[in-house]
Each structure stands twice: as C-alpha cells, then as structure tokens.
C-alpha cells in the first residue's frame, strides 16, 4: 500500500531515564512527531510511505532527513526551507509523578507552510492511503490551511483519509478554537482516531470520564463512537482509545472500534515498568491502518493494533520499531517476556 503522511518531524531532547529536565546536564536527542511515527511503524511493515513535511537546510535539518531514509522513508517530497526545526522537551514520568512535555515549536518550518509550498498532482500520485493529525492545524493558521488542502488533494486523488484528532492543549494558540478548525477537517476523513479527551476538546462531544486509576467500562464508548459517525456521515469508522493511569508506569490499555455495520472492544493489555508511552497513540494508528488493509477483518486488526502500540511502551524515543511478527505474537496472547535464543 502507498502511503502519504504529512506533519512535523521534530527534535525531541530527553533526560536519562526519568530524571528531571537538566537534573544533569545529559540530554538524549531523538527525531519523532506523531505522523512521523506512523510512517516508520508502517514503513517497517512493508508498505511504502512517503513524509510531506518541511525541513531546514541546515545540518539539524540533515540529520532528521537521514534518520526518516534510514527508516526506510520516502523523503523526496519534504521542502528544505524555514529558519528551524520544531522542537520539544520530554521528561519520563514515574510513579505518581507524571510525564511533561515542553514545546519549542513557534516559527518552524512547517509551521510558517501554507498550502502553495507543495505540488499536490506530484505529492499524491499513486497514493492510496492519506493520513494527518490535529497536531498540524493547532500550530498556526496557514498550517490549518496546508491541513485543510491536504485532506482535500488526497480525496480528489482517491485515497482514503485518516485523520488523528490529537489535541494538544499548549499549541492551540493563534486565535480560533480546536472545534472551530477541526470540524470541517473531520467532515472529509474517513476514519477518525480519538480519545475521550480529544472527543471533548476538539469536537465538543462529551463522553464517559474516566481518569487516575479508575476502570474504563469500553461498553460505555459504543455511544460516544455512534454519536461521533451520526455527526459526521461522511466517517466510515471512529477508533478511540482507552487508558487506565494507574501511575506513570503501570496503565491499562485498550481501544474501541466502531464502523457503521458494527461495534468492537478491543483485548486489554496491562502495561507494567512502562518505558515511554510517547508515540503510543501513533504506534496504534499505524496498527489500525495496516491491519484494515492487511487482516480479515476489523476484530484482528484491532487487536493487531493495540498490540503494536502495547509494545511501543517497551522503547524509548518516538518510533516504534517493533517488527510485524513481534506484533502478531503478541496479539495472538505471547506477553510472557520470555528471553528467546
């Protein structure tokens, strides 16, 4: 299957371990960004992708090009403009004491990008699966457009158009509300990826709350996902995912599908001495794509992505560079750990 994402590549700096931010002077430096993830899960599971994004023409801006190539990334489509890569700072949670991120993104190259910066005929010839997330549109109001442009190019062209709400609260900052830009954005996908908080803070849907160590009933979301696909008739089918925080290193995780021919809660998977949960929500993304394109039906490929993203909390860094037959050993209930020779 081809591929097209497009977002930010981004530098992410990290301590050591969960250390606090400058508790030392060690800062372990890593490329990432949501639909960056998606693209190396995919690519590393045989589909061929390519990344729409805009890079420096600087050496930083070199080293991100290298590692997307070394991810097996089709690079020839990312813009080398723009004064500065965006970048964020990620501190390791543990225990009671929660992870925080810190974003440096203001004026980067993607974010000053407007719909003119790219030939759409060349971007999306022979693409036959498009996907973008909120994170795009939040950064500034050309980014919004490029977003909204995107969507509809990759339609024209026949692809079919996931969209991750991801709504992240410190970058909606330019004037208008998520609601107000999402909207028309969700009203050209077909699949919709969510939580109940990005159901809430970018759609204005309230749902069932579930927070700190509570247990997530999944069979309560059903109503949630059919509100979401009655809003929006234009969505084939809304996944959304279910975290229960039982410390920044112990969480349950799950998800729920809903199509419009029917409804699934996914397997549970409890997650203990939790790595990196960043790039988790991507890792499921990419999980669900290739299983819609590659299993039976959506039972497995749900499953198939809960496990992908299960295992993403095992590495750390953004990418989740677990194989495809880690992957179906894992979905098929292998979870023991057991060193194999």
Sequence with gaps: ???????????????????????????????????????????????????????????????????????????????????????????????????????DRARSGLAEAGPGDFDWDRTMAGVDWFHVSGITPALSASAAALTEVAIGEARRSGATVSLDLNFRAKLWRYGPAAPEVMDPLVRRADLLFANEEDCQRALGMSGPQASGGEDIDAGAYEDLATRVLEAYPNLSRVAITLRESHGADENVWSAVLRSRAGYWAGPRHRLRAIVDRIGAGDAFAAGLIHGLASLPDERAALAFALAASALKHTVPGDFNIASEAEVVALAAGDSSGRIRR
Excluded: C
């Design 1 to 103: 299957m081809n591929v097209a994402v497009l977002g930010e590549v981004l530098l992410r700096l990290s301590p050591p371990g969960a250390e606090r931010l400058f508790q030392s002077s060690v800062l372990r430096a890593n490329f990432g960004g949501a639909e960056a993830n998606v693209a190396v899960s995919l690519a590393g599971w045989g589909h061929a992708v390519r990344v729409l994004s805009v890079l420096p023409a600087n050496a930083v801006g070199d080293a991100a090009l290298e590692e997307l190539r070394k991810k097996g990334l089709e690079t020839s489509f990312i813009r080398r403009a723009g004064d500065r890569l965006g970048i964020y700072f990620a501190e390791t949670g543990s225990g009671p004491r929660p992870s925080r991120v810190i974003y």
